[in-house]
């Protein structure tokens, strides 16, 4: 099931941003019904409670902001307390689904070690609690002070809620914001410039390509949603309809999936994909308008296959296979992401594949690549104010700003994220956190403000582009917030006004409210609660609301008139007259290799997602954390995956422990050899190791982000650069008993092979 | 009469995982830490099985979630001496929290070692408990227990059938694990019903039994398209 | 029996053979031999001493019992599958196999509570059941019976007839009273 | 029959009742020793109560552990004494005199220990009564057709029948103590345990019918037992223990056992009691024998256990037999073999190898092989289940050992105390026997306690099996 593409086959019907706004401008009321009651007024209406007995259960709508993929979740509610999350069938993302990650948000919400009250670290160092309003005057005159001096970093994924903090800091004066998020965001967006001419982050439908290559996109692992990837996945291999090609160095869970895995020499991704499209123009299969696209951007010739196949480290075979179904293709589709974009030549390395898809005929075409239009609510509500800055910005920042500075981190982890901040942090002033647990930043802050989380809050996201539909997904709250808790865009309002600078809302809710308004030109006041009973069954909650049912509305009011499809390719292709038409850009080809320091024999360590902690923000919570890595099956631990050759040579068993030396740092963790690491690399789970972040976090399993050089960026991107790290790796013992890595399926050192019986099903008769 | 019944294709089963959290949500299964998991105490009902074939780089990876299989013929059932697990008239292996004193024969004699124990009293820190499904009990130390196929939603399914005045249809009940799986590789319901959807996937050429030499007769079909060979010497 | 004839002669030996002598001799004097109880440490050969062999019906009774028990644990296993009739594994209601075992076992606890029984009662020996016209009861002498000795007990003798029976162990009797 | 004859039988007599009398402060210690012994044990079952059965090192899968083998391993001790003595009793070996009261007590004791260990293992063992049947509210009755319900009954007739075909020849003997204690608390306990025992004939011969009944009936118990025992592992799915050959095979290895700690019961006693005018060595060479047939008997069985298993060729079956045979059990299974099989036979087969001490160092050490056979029978099969993903090892945990150690505690201290408070070596049965010496052709007793043993002792091990 996907959004927004309701007739197949048909015309594809580009809409400018500005019509589509006027198309949904019709149902701007059903939106604003979501808006209409604050969220305490919600729970605590009598109305409402009126139809939930003692015991009985509730579900009640609304958004799961563990990633940006907006999956629109369910959540079952008795008496009053958060029980169970299921996705929304007519999910837009999701349709139905709901990722391990997505599930444990109730134990985020119920977590025994939660932050509750605003603290600030008294004379004996240790943080106290204090008044709400004490605590937003102490921030606000810090800011005040020296408001060019203030930095603000922003983790949250909701796009309108970076608005309001650009908003923020363009009225109090300082600097614009740092946008705390994926390295693969900032990445894209940077090759999509490149390769495409629009900085939007491409939306892949994989479900109806038929040959997907993926370079280095782990979509079945944690990236943008696991979910609707993962349903996508099912459809294109449905029947053995379509295949997956990945090409990545490390064995994740997408290569475990894939029908083919092409283990590339990491780092050498962008010099494969100008390898590939050097077969492909070679092939004849190129129509001239492809060659010619593509040659704009490529007026080199591409490396030929020997060349590749040395760089990338695997067979030419395989590499000449590849085009050739390549080229053969009804709809091949190139996608890339993940480990392809994280080291220093990763916007080059991502221009070049994403180039694949215009040699393809790819781009705009169903089962292709489109732009990833954001809704542009993020823009709304920060007004004029600048954009926001990149990761990497606050490195820059801190290591410029001084001694007296503010730093206020939202709901961002950048001391567990980024090595060597530490320092930085010592030398910033005042660090104040809107966080919800005393994770590695947020103990070390100065002052710590309480905020809410998803269940608890009023939402308003736009997701990371899926379909290729802008769409912004609205939710009130599930649950009473914990404690004296508050929505971060509260305090930022708060803060505003404590400083002087009052912005024109009371709260998040309003400022969200009013954009809509401003966008769809209706009044808040329009109400069609009653006209519609049939969407909103009475037991859930009015006001979680999607833009596939807004669709839906507008299209049975018959404001939506032959639509097609909403998505459409990148505005420079479609359109021809964009601001900046692609030229030549940096070959990743020309690119040196990187060189092994000599003397020591050296791994390239690859830094990877696992699906179930993520960046890091699983890792508080008990069953992500007894959950088995689905391929390494380690639970509350972290691991380095090793070569079953390399393991020989070294002298190394699974569960030894051993050494990764960096250039700045080394840690120890235990190894678990497997079978499917490509020989002369070592996978590293990030997401481990945190300083504090509750019970089942602090100190649990070591974070690989220490082996990180903090000056290594993406070349072009303003994001930190993680990937192709050179570490040397020794064995130092046996495990200690307590050391020993918590390996689920124990038997698989013993057992590499499937003991399964076979005999057809009988219907299960007694 | 009714047989209830799982489905789980293979082939659509990425090994994610989001089934087993859903299980652990809906089913108050506890978390046992990092000391217990490492003697092999976790305690997932239900568990992604990982296989490679092959060696480096022709790796073919395999998973397999495995759950309670709901004998039609269960090697656990007589060899409790307390009727603590019995066969219920639906075809579920059930269990009497109440009644089990432990002996863990059950366990020996599950050919899928699917069955897990409370080798503790079970802890959920406060406000943790919260979350707790209130349908479904949380099983004291030293009590046996294990996929349930979600029975307490089968009676809700079947209360709410019954409020309506009518039979339950296929698709009123849906396992916690079936609901949250991305890729809808799971399919659960009457097997006796032969137009329900579990009846039609247990159809297929592709289904199979797991262990299915030793006639326990499951309630879990599994379909794949490519053979689960057996392991060479 | 009279007051007259309750007199008791009791008398210790080494040796059966002393034992097989006074008894003979006593007997011979018109004693009866419902009036003579030899004690012994050990059991003795049937033949050992001309008195009537003791009888038993241990045999019968552990038979009843090993019946009796068979029933009970058939019953048992048996009644408990059919009031609580769960098809567990398949298996039948009522399952052969494991109602035999049952069955053993309870045959053969029967047949070992009844044989114990039958002994304690015939040897009197269960609490309430003291043999009739001082059987059985304790005596000064058993000491001698602890070490090794016989002890020859003759009831319900008139005066006259004790000092006649005294008279025939005196020469062989390590102790008499 | 002349009093020349019986003078020796007379003195005989009184050494033995001199022994029984004597102070013994060896036993005094030992019964200290162990009940230091008896405190661990509770100390850690206590700990376990309290704490839940996650403190020993069980898991998934290996769900059994040191309490299951521990369990099988004190009910095959307890094959010593009832089987033997009642094997002894029934073909009249007139050898087994010394013998059959330790023995007996070694069953009683072994037995109470042993049916303590599955209620050790318990999860919940606050409510094992739910396996007892007995009309109760819950309105359910124990599950017939498990095997731990049929445990329950033959550990149960069995501990009834052993302690009462103990207490049957003990009641002359408790008589005798009661006569020769001085009157007082002592006479008071002997007196409660002989019944009002005189020694009439009629006494006599209702209990001889008893012994003899169940003599013949304990021996099917016995075999019965065990064999349950063994189907608590056979009558399931699990590779590695679903085999037929289970049954008589725990028999055999029960009796196996039962021999090794009578060897090391009686020379312990022997030395302790310095019993060597009754404990002879005529009574260790014919042991010996029999402990070095049911030797090869067990090898016999575990050949063609592991030969049936290797040939068969099923995957699962090969996959416990390789971890047995090669993999990580295959220092404890060739430790096993060496001690069970090879020592013994080599020892064994030679008459100065029958002697006392050999015989008591041999015991020692099928004891322990055999102790590993029941680790090598529960452990493996279970950590090797046919879904290799679940594929798991098992280390005891301190609690699990000090419940086993202190159970052995508890043996010896129960044993102590017995040998203290009651006579080790039937009084009665020794009289018996000298009488039976006296009056016979052979001549006098000095000359040998049994003349008649070894023609009266035909392989019993042959018939148990």
């Given amino acids: ?766 | 009469m009714t047989r209830w019944g799982m489905a789980i294709d293979l082939d659509r089963c990425t090994g994610c995982e989001a089934c087993v959290v859903a299980c652990a949500a809906e089913n108050n299964i506890q978390t046992v830490g990092e000391e217990q998991a490492r003697e092999g105490r976790a305690m997932h009902w239900l568990r992604i099985e990982r296989y490679y074939e092959g060696e480096f780089p022709n790796v073919r990876t395999r998973f397999m979630p495995v759950l309670c299989q709901q004998c039609g013929a269960a090697p656990c059932e007589p060899v409790c001496p307390v009727y603590a697990t019995y066969h219920n008239p639906e075809g579920l292996n059930a269990m009497v929290y109440s009644r089990c004193i432990g002996t863990r024969f059950c366990a020996n004699n599950c050919p899928y070692t699917v069955r897990v124990f409370n080798w503790f009293d079970a802890e959920f820190p406060a406000p943790l408990d919260s979350q707790l499904n209130p349908d479904v009990s949380v099983r004291p130390g030293g009590v046996m227990e294990k996929c349930t196929f979600c029975v307490q939603r089968i009676q809700a399914g079947k209360d709410e059938a019954a409020q309506e005045d009518r039979e339950v249809m296929d698709g009123d009940v849906k396992t916690a694990c079936q609901q949250s799986c991305p890729t809808k590789a799971i399919a659960f319901g009457d097997l006796e019903d032969p137009d329900s959807e579990v009846s039609r996937w247990a159809e297929s050429p592709r289904a199979f039994s797991l262990l299915g030499d030793l006639d326990t007769r499951p309630g879990v079909v599994y379909l794949s398209g490519t053979e689960w060979r057996e392991p060479a010497e | 029996m009279t007051a007259a004839e309750r007199h008791l002669v009791e008398a210790a030996f080494e040796q059966v053979a002393d034992v097989r002598a006074v008894v003979e001799a006593a007997l011979e004097s018109g004693v009866s031999a419902s009036q003579i109880e030899v004690r012994s440490p050990a059991p003795l050969e049937e033949d050992e001493l001309p008195l009537p062999k003791p009888k038993s019906r241990v045999l019968l009774f552990a038979l009843a019992g090993a019946v009796f028990g068979g029933l009970t644990a058939f019953g048992l296993a048996a009644g408990t599958a059919l009031a609580y009739p769960l098809p567990t594994g398949g298996m039948s209601i009522v399952a052969g196999p494991p109602v035999g075992v049952v069955t053993y076992e309870g045959t053969a606890l029967g047949l070992i509570l009844m044989t114990v029984l039958r002994v304690l009662w015939e040897g009197g020996l269960l609490p309430g059941r003291a043999i009739r016209s001082g059987r059985g009861r304790a005596s000064t002498f058993d000491h001698h019976v602890a070490d090794g000795r016989l002890l020859l007990r003759v009831h319900g003798l008139t005066e006259s007839r004790a000092g006649q029976v005294r008279q025939l162990c005196r020469p062989r009797a390590v102790a008499l009273g | 029959m002349t009093s020349e004859a019986q003078r020796p039988a007379r003195e005989l007599d009184g050494e033995l009742l001199g022994r029984l009398d004597r102070r013994r402060p060896g036993l005094f210690v030992g019964s200290l020793a162990s009940g230091a012994l008896v405190l661990v044990f509770l100390y850690c079952w206590g700990y376990q109560i309290a704490n839940g059965i996650g403190v020993t090192g069980i898991n998934r899968p290996v769900f059994w552990g040191f309490y299951i083998i521990n369990f099988v391993f004190w009910i095959g001790i307890s094959h010593a004494g009832t089987l033997i003595s009642a094997i002894l009793r029934v073909t009249k070996a007139e050898w087994r005199r010394p013998v059959t009261r330790s023995a007996e007590a070694i069953t009683l004791f072994a037995l109470a220990i042993g049916g303590l260990f599955p209620l050790i293992h318990l999860g919940r063992v606050t409510i094992f009564y739910y396996m007892i049947p007995y009309p109760n509210s819950r309105m359910l009755w124990p599950n017939f057709r498990s095997p731990l319900v049929w445990d329950i009954a033959a550990i149960t007739t069995y501990i009834i029948g052993s302690a009462l075909y103990l207490f049957l020849p003990l009641i002359p003997d408790a008589a005798v103590m009661r006569d020769r204690a001085a009157a007082g608390l002592k006479k008071r306990f002997y007196a409660v345990l002989a019944l009002g025992w005189r020694g009439t004939a009629q006494q006599w011969h209702s209990l001889e019918w008893g012994i003899r009944i169940l003599a013949v009936a304990i021996i099917p118990v016995a075999v019965s037992v065990h064999t349950i025992v063994s189907w608590d592992f056979a009558m399931t799915q699990t590779p590695g223990w679903k085999s037929t050959i289970f049954g008589p095979y725990f028999v055999v290895g029960a009796i196996f056992s039962g021999i090794a700690v009578l060897m090391i019961a009686m020379a312990l006693l022997r030395r302790g009691l310095a019993l060597e005018r009754f404990l002879t060595d005529r009574v260790f060479n014919n042991l010996g024998l029999l402990f070095v047939t049911m030797s090869l008997v067990w090898g016999y069985f575990t050949f063609a256990e592991h030969l049936t298993v290797w040939y068969s060729g099923d995957l699962f079956e090969k996959n416990v037999h390789h971890v047995l045979l090669h993999g990580d059990f295959a220092v404890p299974f060739w430790t096993m073999v060496v001690v069970n099989l090879v020592i013994p036979v080599a020892v064994l087969s030679f008459p100065r190898g029958r002697r006392p001490l050999p015989t008591a160092l041999v015991g020692c050490g099928v004891l322990v092989g055999m102790w590993l056979e029941r680790f090598l029978i529960v452990v493996p099969a279970l950590s090797t289940p046919r879904l290799a993903y679940s594929i798991g090892d098992y280390m005891p945990s301190w609690v699990e050992l000090g419940i086993m150690v202190g159970a052995v505690g508890v043996f010896a201290c129960l044993y102590f105390t017995f040998t203290q408070l009651l006579p080790i070596v039937s009084v009665w049965e020794m009289r018996e026997g000298w009488r039976h010496a006296g009056s016979g052709e052979a001549g006098g007793a000095e000359s040998d306690d049994a003349p008649t043993a070894v023609a009266t002792a035909p392989a019993p091990g042959g018939g148990a099996a």
């Fill in chain 1, 1 to 766: 099931m996907s959004g927004g593409d309701g007739k197949r086959g048909e015309p594809r019907v580009t809409i400018g941003r500005r019509d589509f706004f006027k198309v949904y401008a019709a149902a701007g009321v059903a939106v604003l019904e979501g808006c209409r009651r604050r969220d305490q007024e919600l729970i605590e209406s009598p109305a409402r409670r009126s139809t939930a007995l003692p015991g009985a259960s509730v579900w009640r709508r609304s958004i799961c902001e563990q990633c940006g993929a907006g999956c629109e979740i369910e959540v079952r509610t008795v008496d009053r307390l958060a029980k169970k999350i299921e996705g929304l069938p007519s999910g837009f993302v999701n349709a139905g689904g709901v990722c391990a990650l997505g599930h444990s948000a109730l134990q985020e919400l119920y977590h025994p070690d939660r932050v509750t009250e605003p603290m600030r670290r008294g004379a004996s160092g240790e943080l106290e609690p204090i008044p709400w309003e004490e605590a937003l005057e102490t921030v606000a005159a810090a800011i005040a002070e020296a408001p060019e001096r203030a930095t603000l970093v922003s983790g949250s994924p909701s796009g309108p809620l970076l608005g309001l903090w650009r908003r923020f800091a363009a009225a109090v004066g300082a600097s614009p914001p740092i946008h705390w998020q994926p390295t693969d965001a900032v990445v894209e967006r940077a090759a999509a410039r490149l390769a495409f001419g629009e900085s939007t982050r491409p939306a892949y439908d994989l479900a109806r390509a038929d040959y997907v290559v993926s370079v280095g996109v782990p979509f079945l692992d944690r990236w943008r949603s696991p979910v609707h990837f993962g349903a996508a996945w099912a459809e294109l291999t449905a029947d053995r309809r379509g295949k997956l090609v990945q090409v990545e160095a490390r064995h994740s869970l997408t290569a475990a999936n894939a029908d083919d895995w092409l283990p590339v020499r990491p780092g050498s991704e962008g010099f494969f994909a100008r390898g590939v499209a050097g077969l492909l123009l070679g092939s004849g299969a190129v129509g001239e308008e492809e060659r010619a696209a593509y040659e704009a951007l490529y007026p080199e010739a591409p490396p030929d296959l020997a060349a590749t196949a040395e760089r990338c480290g695997i067979d030419a075979g395989r590499i000449e296979h590849l085009a050739a179904e390549l080229a053969r293709a009804r709809r091949p589709l190139v996608m890339v992401g993940g480990s392809a974009l994280d080291g220093e030549n990763g916007v080059a390395a991502s221009a070049a594949a994403l180039a694949l898809n215009l040699l393809l005929g790819a781009v705009g075409r169903e089962g292709g690549v489109f732009a990833g239009v954001d809704f542009g609510f993020e823009n709304r509500l920060a007004g004029e104010a600048a954009a926001a800055l990149p990761p990497a910005a606050l490195s820059d920042r801190l290591a410029g700003e001084g001694e007296s500075g503010v730093l206020v981190v939202s709901e961002a982890d950048p001391l567990h994220g980024v090595p060597g901040l530490e320092a930085a942090f010592d030398g910033a002033g005042t660090v104040v956190a809107l966080s919800a647990f005393f994770d590695d930043t947020t103990s070390r802050a100065d002052l710590v403000l309480p905020v809410q989380t998803d269940l608890e809050r009023f939402q308003a996201v736009e997701p990371d582009p899926v379909h290729g539909v802008p769409a912004l997904l609205i939710a009130s709250p599930v649950v009473a917030p914990r404690g004296e808790a508050r929505h971060p865009g509260d305090v930022a309002l708060a803060l505003a006004a404590a400083a002087g600078s009052a912005l024109p809302w009371p709260g998040f809710q309003e400022a969200v409210e009013s954009a809509l308004s401003d966008a769809f030109g209706v009044t808040r006041a329009a109400d069609d609660d009653a006209s519609d009973p049939a969407a909103l069954p009475a037991p859930l909650i009015a006001g979680a609301l999607n833009a596939r049912q807004f669709v839906r509305r507008t299209t049975d009011a018959g404001g939506l008139v032959g639509t097609g499809e909403m998505r459409r390719a990148p505005a420079a292709l479609a359109s021809g007259d964009a601001d900046e038409a692609p030229g030549p850009i940096p070959d990743p080809a020309s690119l040196p290799a990187p060189s092994a320091p000599a003397g020591v024999e050296s791994f390239a360590m690859i830094p990877f997602e696992s699906p179930k902690l993520g960046d890091g923000r699983g890792a508080n919570r008990p069953w992500l954390q007894e959950l088995p890595d689905p391929l390494s099956t380690v639970m509350w631990g972290s691991w380095v995956e090793m070569a079953s050759t390399d393991a020989d040579r070294l002298g190394i068993h699974t569960g030894d422990i051993v050494r990764l030396t960096g250039t700045a740092a080394e840690i120890e963790l235990p190894a678990i050899v497997l079978p499917t690491v490509r020989p002369g690399s070592v996978g590293v789970p990030v997401g481990g190791g945190h300083a504090d972040y509750g019970r089942y976090a602090r100190g649990r399993g070591v974070n690989v982000n220490a082996l990180l050089d903090p000056d290594r960026r993406v070349a072009g991107a303003g994001a930190f650069a993680r990937g192709d790290v050179r570490v040397r790796v020794e064995r130092l013992r046996r495990p200690r008993r307590a050391e020993r890595p918590v390996i689920y399926g124990r038997g698989l050192r013993q057992a590499e092979e499937i003991p399964v019986g076979w005999a057809p099903h009988d219907g299960g008769k007694a």
